[in-house]
């Protein structure tokens, strides 16, 4: 039997109280999708924002999947908002395009674009807490994923409630109580139609599996994945306690982090547990089952393998441990240099001037150089002649020499003319265009890293 809409409020007032989601004077952002969902927190937090001494706006994200519905669902979102004068802020992307250039799925790039507006849209406009509709259900489906998985205890413990500025006030309703409750009080909503298909692995979760579970296991399945959560989330609490005791073996700078692994430790459990946490901390990427056996593989190989993940970031095999970082390739394979400007890379920058500068790194004779100036990584095969060297050495002995460990090797960048290498940047350049008494014009290199 439906509840009556004032115990459904009763209810979500209390969890929010006993939760502490909000403070006096909080500046509200609601994510405002249009469904069912995010209507009913909209709707409620605008009624009892005085009772909650808050501010309340609304963000509306149009991720132009779905044509028409996409467009209509945001008319409805800005009709709605208007009727009520609370103010919306909207925005779209080009989500299928993020997602092939970050080589991701679309679900993914969906929410990844979705958080970074509101992400931007808070700190622009100095909102304190950030109001996602997730609901009881989302909740299991989170549950169900994660261990389908292998994302450990943390992603056992499911959405959670609070997590910095970002709150989900109602995590204790279930969508049947929220769809129940706008019906009787004739209150409209969008519906997207993708939900109805099988497309996204939540979709499928929600549409076959759970109905299966429900029916021959537990009905009340969403109530008992609630209650385990919690358990989880304070068990994941204190295991945090125990991980921080390993901070010792991660050391992060320069957006690399370095992990002394150990796939045979007795504490691999822990290990990983922390490893999770850091790869989301620094590059954003959830780490699954998947990708802790890419890492236990790459412990066991030689020096100098390497293993890939999402969003570009790469683990190098490295004497004492595993070196993580985030490679960024230029499209082009070789980009030309232009004299005067100065050009960035990864996070370097190189400039190269016909007038003396201040702090340059390096002098070259200008007639010496055939053609165009390029930047572009060094490949294998490469070779040069270092300055005042007899003779040409292969750039990865020559880096081997000055002793760059395998991680390292792969980031440096080389400066060529149409012929030859000019430049090893940041170490040597070629005894073929160095100055000489002869030398009538001359090129000033400036490097530095950023």
């Not at 009787?184 to 759970?210: C, G, H, M, W």
Request: aromatic share 12%; glycine share 4%; charged share 30%.
């Amino acid at each position: 039997m439906p509840q009556h809409p004032k115990t459904i409020e009763q209810t979500v007032s209390t969890f929010i109280k006993q939760k502490f989601i909000f403070d006096k004077n909080d500046k509200v952002l609601v994510a405002f999708s249009g469904g069912s969902d995010s209507v009913f927190l909209l709707e409620y937090l605008n009624n009892f924002k005085e009772k909650f001494a808050i501010q309340v706006s609304a963000a509306h994200f149009n991720h132009k999947l779905r044509a028409e519905e996409s467009e209509r669902d945001e008319l409805f979102v800005r009709e709605f908002c208007d009727s009520r004068g609370i103010e919306l802020f909207v925005d779209f992307a080009n989500v299928q395009d993020y997602a092939k250039n970050n080589k991701i799925s679309v679900e993914e790039a969906s929410r990844n674009l979705r958080y970074r507006f509101l992400e931007e849209i808070a700190i622009g406009n100095n909102f304190t807490k950030i109001c996602t509709a997730h609901n009881k259900n989302d909740n299991t489906e989170t549950i169900l994923l994660n261990l389908a998985k292998g994302t450990g205890i943390s992603g056992w413990g499911g959405i959670p409630i609070k997590r910095e500025k970002i709150v989900r006030p109602i995590l204790i309703l279930e969508k049947s109580e929220i769809e129940n409750y706008l019906n009787s009080k004739k209150i409209p909503f969008v519906f997207d139609s993708t939900n109805a298909t099988n497309d996204y692995q939540r979709n499928l979760i929600r549409n076959e599996i759970l109905p299966i579970l429900k029916s021959q296991i537990n009905p009340n399945i969403d109530e008992a994945l609630f209650r385990s959560s919690e358990i989880f989330r304070q068990f994941s609490s204190i295991l945090d306690e125990e991980v921080k005791k390993l901070e010792s073996f991660f050391q992060f700078s320069e957006n690399k982090l370095f992990v002394n692994y150990d796939s045979k430790s007795e504490f691999i459990f822990l290990m990983n547990e922390l490893l999770k946490k850091k790869i989301e901390e620094f590059y954003k990427v959830k780490f699954e089952f998947s990708d802790f056996q890419k890492i236990e593989s790459l412990s066991n190989s030689q020096k100098g393998k390497i293993a890939k993940f999402k969003h570009n970031l790469v683990a190098i095999r490295e004497t004492t441990g595993i070196l993580f970082t985030q490679h960024f390739e230029l499209k082009e394979k070789n980009v030309a240099i232009e004299f005067g400007k100065e050009f960035h890379f990864e996070n370097q920058s190189i400039q190269i001037i016909e007038n003396e500068i201040p702090d340059f790194s390096e002098i070259i004779d200008i007639n010496k150089i055939e053609g165009s100036l390029f930047i572009r990584k060094w490949k294998i095969g490469d070779k040069f002649k270092p300055i005042n060297f007899n003779g040409t050495k292969k750039i990865s002995d020559f880096l081997t020499d000055l002793k760059i460990n395998a991680s390292n090797k792969r980031n440096i960048w080389i400066l060529s003319d149409s012929k030859k290498i000019v430049y090893v940047i940041g170490f040597r350049i070629s005894d073929e265009v160095k100055i000489t008494e002869n030398t009538r014009q001359k090129l000033y290199i400036k490097w530095q890293k950023n």
